[in-house]
C-alpha cells in the first residue's frame, strides 16, 4: 500500500488534533504532508516536529519567520509558507492524496473548494464551506470527480446509513427522511428567563462533546444543528421537509436514515470525533481509531425530543434561508460568525446571537450564488452590516 500524503487545513484546533492523532496510528497508511494553522507558533512546532510534514503554513510572514527559526534550530527541513494562496496551493498540488477540511468557519472556503477542484478526496469537516456555497461546492465536486467525505459526526454517520449509490437522488433509493440527531446542547432544559445571562464559559460547556469554541457556541443557540440541515441538504440533495431534526441527549445515535419500508438505520458510537476522522481517511475501508468500544449496558437507555423552535430560534433561521436560496445561507453563516465572536468578546449578550442573525438576514437581500465572487460579496457585506449593528449595540 502506498502511504497518502495529508494536508491538515487547522491542524491546531480539535479536529486537526485528532486527525493526527489518527494518522499518528497508521504510519504505514498516511503521512502529513502539510499541516496549516492559524497563529499557534507553539502548537505547529510541536507537530512538525513529531509528523515532519513538507510544509506548514501560518497567517503571516512574521509567525512564519519565527516557525522557520525555530525548525532551522532543531534540525528540521519542513517548509513554511504562509497566508490563503499557500493553503489554495497546498490543498490542490499533485503530491496530495486528501485534504481534511477543518478550518473554523468561512476562512476555510476557498482552501477547500480548492481541492475539491483538484479532485482530491475531501474529508469535510468545516461545514461553513456548505453553508456559504453548497451550490458551488457540490458542482465543483462533480465536475472535477473528487470524493468528498463527511466528518461532521452526523453527516458521517447519515453517510454510513444510506446506500453506495445514493446520488441517484433519496426518493430512488427509498429515503423517506433523513433523521439528524442534536444534543441539545447545555440549555437545552435551561429556564427560559436565564439565557439572557449566559456566559462565554457556560455556552463552551458542552454536555458531550469537546469542541472549539466557535462551534461549542454554535451547538448552545442550536445555530450547530442549523448549520448542519444546511449542510446535509448539500451533502445528500435533501429537500429541507426530508431532514427532521431529533434531539437526543446522550450523542450516542449519530444520526439516521428512514426508508419507505419503515426500516431505520443508524450510525451509534461514543461521542469522539475520531470514528468518523477514520472514516473518511480509511471509506471504503475500515481501520482502528483508538476509540473505546460503546458500552450499551452502561448506556442503559436513549432519549429523544422534538426541537423547539421557539428556545432555538438559529434552528428556524437555517429553515428558513434553505427556503430562500442563493446567498442567503452565507448572509446568515457570516452574521453569525460575527454574532458568536462579539459573544465570546462579551460585546452582545447570549439571546443577541439569534436576534442579530435574524436582524441582518432581514435588512439584506439574497442574491444568486453565480460564483465564488457574489459569496464573498454577501459574506462581507453581512459581516460588515453585523459588525455595525453590534458597534451600535442595538442588541446589548
Ligand atoms: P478549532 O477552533 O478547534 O480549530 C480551528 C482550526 O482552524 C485551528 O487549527 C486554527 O488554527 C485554524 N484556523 C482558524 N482560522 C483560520 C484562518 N483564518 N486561516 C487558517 N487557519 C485558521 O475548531 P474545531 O472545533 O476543530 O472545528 C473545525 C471545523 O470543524 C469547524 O467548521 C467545525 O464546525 C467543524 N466540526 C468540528 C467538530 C468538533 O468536534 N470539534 C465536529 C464537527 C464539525
Ligand atoms: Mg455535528
Not at 517548509?79 to 494562496?85: A, L, N, Q, T, Y
Not at 428556545?311 to 446567498?327: E, I, N, P, S
Request: with cysteine; charged share 20%.
Amino acid at each position: 500500500m502506498t502511504v497518502q500524503n495529508i494536508t491538515v487545513l487547522g491542524s491546531t484546533g480539535s479536529i486537526g488534533v485528532s486527525t493526527l492523532n489518527v494518522i499518528r496510528r497508521h504510519p504505514d497508511r498516511y503521512q502529513a504532508f502539510a499541516l496549516c494553522a492559524h497563529s499557534q507558533v507553539d502548537k505547529l512546532f510541536e507537530q512538525c516536529r513529531e509528523f515532519q510534514p513538507r510544509f506548514a503554513v501560518l497567517r503571516d510572514a512574521t509567525l512564519a519567520a519565527q516557525l522557520t527559526d525555530r525548525l532551522r534550530a532543531a534540525g528540521l527541513k519542513t517548509e513554511v509558507r504562509h497566508g490563503v494562496e499557500a493553503l489554495i496551493e497546498l490543498s490542490a498540488l499533485p503530491e496530495v492524496d486528501a485534504v481534511m477540511a477543518a478550518i473554523v468557519g468561512a476562512a476555510g472556503l476557498e482552501p477547500t473548494l480548492a481541492a475539491a477542484r483538484a479532485g482530491k478526496r475531501v474529508m469535510l469537516a468545516n461545514k461553513e464551506v456548505l453553508v456559504m456555497a453548497g451550490e458551488l461546492f457540490m458542482h465543483a465536486v462533480r465536475a472535477h470527480g473528487a470524493t468528498l467525505l463527511p466528518v461532521d459526526s452526523e453527516h458521517n454517520a447519515i453517510f454510513q446509513a444510506l446506500p453506495a449509490d445514493f446520488v441517484r437522488g433519496l426518493d430512488a433509493c427509498g429515503v423517506r427522511r433523513i433523521l439528524l440527531t442534536a444534543s441539545g446542547g447545555p440549555f437545552r432544559n435551561a429556564p427560559l428567563d436565564t439565557l439572557a445571562h449566559v456566559t462565554p464559559e457556560q455556552a463552551c460547556a458542552h454536555p458531550n462533546w469537546v469542541m472549539g469554541r466557535k462551534i461549542s457556541v454554535d451547538s448552545a443557540t442550536m445555530m450547530n444543528k442549523g448549520l448542519e440541515v444546511i449542510e446535509a441538504h448539500w451533502l445528500f440533495a435533501a429537500p429541507p421537509q426530508q431532514i427532521q431534526v431529533v434531539v437526543h441527549p446522550q450523542s450516542v445515535i449519530h444520526s439516521a436514515v428512514e426508508y419507505a419500508d419503515g426500516s431505520v438505520l443508524a450510525q451509534l458510537g461514543n461521542p469522539d470525533m475520531r470514528t468518523p476522522i477514520a472514516y473518511a481517511m480509511a471509506w471504503p475501508e475500515r481501520i482502528a481509531a483508538g476509540v473505546e468500544p460503546l458500552d450499551l449496558f452502561k448506556i442503559a437507555r436513549l432519549d429523544f425530543h422534538a426541537p423547539d423552535f421557539e428556545r432555538f430560534r438559529c434552528l428556524q433561521l437555517a429553515y428558513d434561508v434553505l427556503a430562500t436560496g442563493g446567498t442567503a445561507s452565507a448572509i446568515l453563516n457570516a452574521a453569525n460568525e460575527v454574532a458568536v465572536a462579539a459573544f465570546l468578546e462579551r460585546d452582545l449578550p447570549f439571546l443577541g446571537i439569534a436576534r442579530l442573525n435574524e436582524a441582518v438576514l432581514a435588512a439584506l437581500p439574497a442574491g444568486p450564488q453565480g460564483n465564488l465572487g457574489d459569496v464573498m460579496a454577501a459574506d462581507v457585506e453581512a459581516r460588515h452590516l453585523a459588525s455595525q449593528m453590534i458597534r451600535e449595540r442595538r442588541f446589548a
